[in-house]
């Protein structure tokens, strides 16, 4: 299982370093880049995290990989993650870094869940109202999904605001059986 705080504890630092380099966003990127190439399966994950394969011998492999292909930011917290045998932490620091990118741009996720694909203009009239109701700006996920039958879903953060026709038969049923 991986250590969330002990995640969010490099992902800082390293922000802070990308920050005094002016490299937030390359970084990030890169950092993202490598832990999908390395990824949470496979031949090369099973490499990385190994604890039987020397920290030597991962460090070369990892320099011969990406060595000025990142930026030196992103290659060394790797390098460190692998001398401090916390390979396994990679895919949570790039999470964590792209939620403190975010964060600092004022920006928020938000899913927009709906039966059928929104038009350009009832989208930004959505996103529009929720910028100034919330005040952030959202970076957005659209999902279609037809078994909401119609209507939309939003999600962002630990928020939901469920305004779809399965949603409301969903609550009408639940308020049924509560009566009988």
Do not use: C, W
Request: zero cysteines; charged letters at 30%.
């Amino acid at each position: 299982m991986v250590n969330l705080t002990l995640a969010r504890r490099y992902a800082i630092a390293v922000m802070q370093l990308a920050r005094e380099q002016g490299a937030v966003e390359r970084v990030g990127s890169d950092l993202r880049a490598m832990a999908s190439a390395i990824g949470q399966t496979g031949a090369v994950h099973d490499f990385f995290v190994a604890p039987v394969i020397e920290r030597s011998q991962k460090e070369r492999v990892l320099r011969e990989a990406f060595e000025g292909k990142v930026h030196q930011v992103a290659l060394h917290t790797v390098l460190l993650l692998v001398r401090k045998r916390r390979e396994a932490l990679l895919g949570a620091i790039a999470s964590e870094y792209l939620a403190l990118e975010r964060a600092a741009r004022g920006v928020q996720t938000l899913t927009l869940q709906s039966a059928r694909k929104l038009d350009r203009t009832e989208y930004e009239r959505l996103l529009r109202k929720l910028e100034s109701i919330y005040a952030k700006k959202f970076e957005v996920t659209e999902v279609v999904d037809p078994e909401l039958i119609g209507g939309i879903r939003i999600t962002m953060a630990d928020r939901r605001i469920d305004a779809t026709i399965a949603g409301r038969l969903t609550a009408l049923a639940r308020e049924l059986a509560q009566a009988t």
